[in-house]
């Protein structure tokens, strides 16, 4: 066992997708920015475990943190929002290397998709980038936007994306397929082929969950930023209503919760430690035993951020 070290008590690395590369996306630093290879992934394992580290579950983490127990070379793998690439590429890394993940999901996205959750990238920002991948020529908002080549499709992505997120921002019960449709002037955008392609099923939840190395979280109701919800009402509506829906759809405790964009607030801090027992922000740091069990860092893995040479192999 690795000797315990005074203080730390691991790490946490945050993922939220697994996929391969696809030319429609490799226009753009949208997708890449939270996506990393299912190859990209198996490195990082196998490098972290000749490095001497162990992959643990998130309760047996929390367990050895709450005993006092330091084990700095303690790493649990994190994911958050629900694409079903995690169901297809990267459960099964994990079932190879037998590695526990926890996989935190918002349930109006596994629901309804871009109809309902309330500030996805997600699928609706896939299926842009495929749009305008097969497309030469655009226009929105009163301007013609050529897309031959590779700089001009990521300049078109990018005023699309601005404009959508700035129209959601204030009116963000409009659903993005309406946003969509309207800016591209098409009312065919599949929308319902991209749900079922990109969004992980209840199906496939309970496949996973099945797995004694997968733990289901809350990753909240509708995605979106927790600070920024007025209403008490509301705001525990992201905490319940996700725990009852997932509840329902694994016929389990769901005790884990991430926060959105890593939005803790001090509103939200009664309500998450009623309804679960921890909560993982958004914050590049080691663990240790002074953090709040509700207020976790995590490391983000990105491709160009090589875990065992960013932060693991300088502790």
Partial sequence: MEKQIENCCGKLWMLHRVAPNRPEIEFHRFDKSTRITPEYLERCILEAKAAGFRFVSIDEFLANKQAGKAFAKDIVITIDDGYRDIYQYAWPVFEKHKVPFVFYVASDFILYGFDRCRRPEIDGGQLAMDYIYHH??????????????????????????????????????????????????????????????????????????????CTIGSHGKSHYPLYKIRLKSNLKKEFAESKRVLEGILGQAVEHFSYAYGSYCPQVDGLVRHFYKSGVAVRDACCYLSDDDYQLPRITIKAEKFPMTYIDLKD
């Fill in 136 to 213: 030469q020529n655009l226009a929105f908002g009163g301007k013609k936007y050529p897309a031959r080549d590779e700089a001009e499709k990521s300049l078109c992505f990018n005023d699309l994306w601005k404009r959508y997120k700035r129209t959601k921002l204030f009116l963000p019960w409009v659903s993005g397929r309406r946003l969509l449709s309207k800016y591209l002037r098409d009312d065919s955008l599949p929308f319902d082929t991209y749900f079922k392609k990109y969004v992980c099923s209840p199906e496939e939840l309970r496949e996973m969950n099945a797995s004694p190395l």
